[in-house]
């Protein structure tokens, strides 16, 4: 099998550390062959805040994947998070000298005059995802190198986020000696495999919950038109239960995932659930509607921070999503589909990896969306795009910690 069929996806979670390898198969969809991971120590809110030991765990996933794979690592697709990230949307215009057929490189230089806008000091730009073309007032032309014109316009989602966060993620890989093919926004590559096109052209919000933030994304007439990183997830559920029910983080994280519920405590079956003593915590028994409540409080407050978030981008923008898609380990939360309808008032469904293959028990857990999305996006890059052009343009922001590492 030639290496370039391989695609690595990396994700460097809260909780966890995920390394899934894929194969990519003749249809354009992947394979996966399997999955190294390991516990996350080091890593707050999404972001690096011990290198050393986060670099340490980075190792044992990925000598994890390679040993239940046999495949040897050499580079990775690498998802980012955090909530120093942001985006905007912003219209590129080319006055071309004389009507003419566009050329590849009036597309270039239209990307380039969309990015020339004020972003904090310390911030790089991250992606320049391509909403629409149009060209001498023609909307959404399809292929503008068909077209001719005088006037060459187009519309992008851009992101960019805090340059010392994000080269932090490249060091830490780097030093494993393991080469960076991209790094990826985390609801981006998620998106690739919960989202079918249909759902995009439709109108669709993806909610990603994992253990320390919440990514979202918005798509409408299938194009990405909102973003966005909320640093609460489930561990902040968990600690909240912690503090209301002064457990330790351990017992109530277990008592989330076997006993929690999100949906609204009026409906509670009520009565109490029986800690059991153990080596290091003597049992109680705790109340179920005090638990319930907890829960659904902090799951309702981050649908609401999402929705207040994207009606304030002022497009009018929640009124052309018809349906949200959760998926992330904390989709597994009973009920919380229901407390999403409650905030958006539209149809929800809770998701995970689709038209992929390979070992059934990874691409069936929503844990892993982001992870598997990233290989994926690789899929669709490397056959669509140069890689070498586009890691080009990236490494112009990032400097030179970004680079391939030769087989």
């Not at 490189?105 to 629409?132: C, G, R, S, Y």
């Not at 187009?154 to 000696?177: P, Y």
């Not at 096109?197 to 253990?211: E, P, S, T, V, W």
């Not at 669509?384 to 586009?390: G, V, Y």
Request: hydrophobic content about 40%.
């Amino acid at each position: 099998m030639a290496n370039e069929q391989i695609f690595v996806g990396l994700e460097i979670g809260t909780t966890k550390i995920s390394v899934i390898v894929a194969e990519a198969r003749d249809d354009d969809q992947i394979s996966i062959l399997g999955v190294g991971e390991t516990p996350s120590r080091g890593v707050r809110k999404g972001e690096i805040v011990d290198m050393e030991t986060v670099t340490e765990c980075v190792r044992e996933a990925i000598l994890d994947a390679e040993d239940k794979t046999n495949v040897e690592i050499g580079n990775v697709w690498v998802a980012i998070t955090g909530s120093h990230l942001a985006s905007f949307n912003n219209r590129g215009s080319l006055a071309l000298r004389a009507e003419r057929q566009i050329e590849p490189e009036d597309l270039e230089a239209v990307e380039v005059n969309a990015k020339e806008v004020a972003i904090p000091t310390p911030n790089t730009f991250l992606h320049t995802i391509l909403q629409a073309y149009h060209v001498d007032g023609n909307q959404n032309v399809i292929d503008p190198l068909k077209s001719e014109g005088a006037l060459l316009e187009a519309d992008f989602h851009i992101v960019h986020g805090i340059k010392t966060r994000i080269h932090n993620t490249l060091r830490c890989i780097e030093s494993l000696k393991i080469g960076i093919e991209d790094v990826v926004l985390s609801s981006l590559a998620s998106a690739q495999v919960v989202l079918s096109q249909d759902q995009k052209n439709y109108g669709a919000l993806m909610i990603d919950i994992g253990g320390g933030t919440t990514d979202y994304l918005v798509y409408i007439d299938g194009a990405i038109r909102h973003s966005g990183v909320l640093a609460l997830g489930g561990d902040h559920i968990t600690n909240d239960i912690s503090v209301g029910l002064r457990l330790p983080i351990a017992r109530a994280e277990l008592l989330k995932i076997e006993e929690g519920s999100a949906s609204d405590p009026v409906s509670s079956e009520g009565g109490f659930i029986s800690l059991k003593n153990d080596p290091r915590f003597l049992g109680c028994d705790v109340d179920r509607v005090s638990l319930e409540t907890i829960i659904h409080l902090r799951v309702k407050e981050i649908f609401e921070l999402i929705r207040r978030d994207i009606e304030s981008s002022g497009e009018g923008m929640m009124d052309l999503i018809r349906g949200v898609m959760i998926t992330g380990g904390c989709s597994k939360l009973k009920g919380i589909a229901q407390v999403a309808e409650e905030v958006f008032d539209i149809p929800v469904e809770l998701t995970r990896a689709r038209n992929v293959s390979g070992a059934t028990q990874i691409f069936e857990d929503p844990q892993y969306s982001t992870a598997i999305g990233l290989t994926k996006y690789a899929r669709l890059v490397t056959k669509n795009i140069a890689p070498e052009s586009m890691l080009d343009r990236f490494t112009q922001g990032l400097g030179s910690l970004f680079k391939k590492r030769s087989r």
